[in-house]
């Protein structure tokens, strides 16, 4: 009797220490994303990501760069402006070490980041991510960090990316991140 506590003690123990992944909603006049953050397999990424959410960082934003089948991207805080030739430019002023572990699969959360010609490392961007509108294993190849996955509003996502845009592939009419949040 005395052993059968202890391993249902141990088993206790095991679970307080199971905590679910955090989840952050993206709502935009399009409607919400609700997104799974992977705390375990990417830890850095999905804490920055919290801590910019949680900061009103990301609210006021938009998705300045939206490709049909491919990906819709977000998070640089000059998209704010009325120059839309710095959207996709800007971030926090710092980068992120690499965590590339996962695979790019229809709905992944990844961290946007400079190419290999100037970043050999592969730090992510410390604030744009992209949502994949496709299983992308050529992006595996290329190493970006896959930190999270949409759990509901992919339909929203595909919205976005049927706007009309132009030849830069941003938006003509703003997809504004209107609030973003813990769930």
Request: glycine share 10%.
């Amino acid at each position: 009797m005395q052993r059968s506590i202890v391993i249902l003690l141990g088993v206790a123990m095991m679970c307080m220490s199971c905590t679910p992944n955090p989840h952050v909603v993206i709502q935009t006049r399009l409607g919400n994303i609700e997104i799974e953050l992977y705390a375990k397999s990417a830890p850095g990424h999905a804490a920055n990501f919290l801590k910019l959410v949680d900061q009103g960082f990301y609210t006021g934003t938009t998705f300045h760069r939206v490709i049909p089948g491919f990906v819709i991207q977000g998070g640089d805080p000059l998209s704010k402006d009325n120059d839309r030739s710095n959207d996709g430019t800007g971030g926090p002023g710092y980068t992120l070490a690499a965590e590339i572990k996962l695979p790019h699969l229809y709905g992944s959360l990844s961290a946007a980041r400079m190419g290999d010609q100037v970043n050999p490392e592969r730090r992510s961007s410390g604030s744009q991510f992209f949502i994949c509108l496709s299983n992308l294993p050529s992006l595996d190849q290329g190493g970006y960090s896959v930190f999270g996955q949409v759990v509901q509003g992919m339909d929203v996502a595909e919205k976005i990316a049927a706007v009309t845009r132009d030849n830069r592939d941003n938006p003509l009419q703003a997809v504004v991140m209107e609030k973003v949040f813990r769930k």
